[in-house]
């Protein structure tokens, strides 16, 4: 099975401020990568899939980088509703697996 | 567009079994070749897929769940449900039911559509 690694666990942020999430996956899962973004007592919500195609609804702040076994989310300018816990995902080999996350919270 | 909802105890004893259910609304899980899919986050631990139903009724399971897991459909209600063996405290986690992005027969898709989930926690 394919462990993904995501860091850092936690990240302490100012609004405003660029943000990069790295994950890596233990073997290639090519492009084949999602971020999901949950925040607190809500569902997770697609982000990024295809390791860089923004879903709907997401602004262009938000990026996806990589290919292969490492990525990097970026956000570019923090803002208020970003504060949340960011998770990676890989699709390409069967069980897909999800990253421990990552929280990205106010500085 | 397609909306999920999780529905079922909240609670479970050791030993028995976990049931819930998830209606679709806007999509049908008998047609439109997506996957289904039952995702759950135990308390401070990350994310896991449980396990996923085709529209043909093709299941695949987690390695890990197999032995306990099964996935299936009431197509006159538009309903799914994951059914969950001998369960422990370690079992007790926030439920989601999901939808596949898009579709394809092969599986391995991003989940674009997500019930709120439901808590079902384990003890006697």
């Known amino acids: 099975e394919i462990v993904m690694t995501q860091s850092p666990a936690t990240l302490s942020v100012s609004p405003g401020e660029r943000v990069n999430i790295s994950c890596r996956a233990s073997?290639?899962?090519?492009?084949?990568l999602a971020w999901y973004r949950q925040k607190p007592g809500q569902a997770p919500r697609l982000l990024i899939y295809?390791?860089?195609i923004r879903a709907t609804g997401f602004p262009a702040r938000f990026s996806g980088s990589g290919s292969g076994t490492d990525f990097t989310l970026t956000i570019s300018s923090l803002q208020s509703e970003d504060f949340a816990v960011y998770y990676c995902?890989?699709?390409?080999?069967?069980?897909?697996?999800f990253g421990q996350g990552t929280k990205v919270e106010i500085k | 567009q397609v909306q999920l909802q999780e529905s079922g105890p909240g609670l479970v004893k050791p030993s028995e079994t976990l049931s819930l259910t998830c209606t679709v609304s806007?999509?049908?899980?008998?047609?439109?070749?997506?996957?289904w899919s039952w995702v759950r986050k135990p308390p401070g631990k990350p994310l896991e897929w449980i396990g996923e139903?085709?529209?043909?009724?093709?299941?695949n399971y987690s390695p890990s769940l197999k032995s306990r897991v099964t996935i299936s459909a009431d197509t006159s209600k538009n309903q799914f449900s994951l059914n969950l063996t001998s369960v422990t405290a370690a079992d007790t986690a926030v439920y989601y039911c999901?939808?596949?992005?898009?579709?394809?027969?092969?599986?391995?898709?991003?989940?674009?559509?997500w019930g709120q989930g439901t808590l079902v926690t384990v003890s006697s």
């Open positions: 139903m085709y529209f043909s009724g093709d299941t």
């Open positions: 995902q890989q699709y390409d080999k069967w069980p897909p697996a």
């Open positions: 295809g390791a860089s």
């Open positions: 073997q290639s899962v090519s492009s084949n």
């Open positions: 999901a939808r596949a992005l898009h579709t394809s027969p092969f599986g391995l898709v991003p989940l674009g559509f």
């Open positions: 806007g999509g049908s899980v008998s047609r439109g070749s997506y996957f």
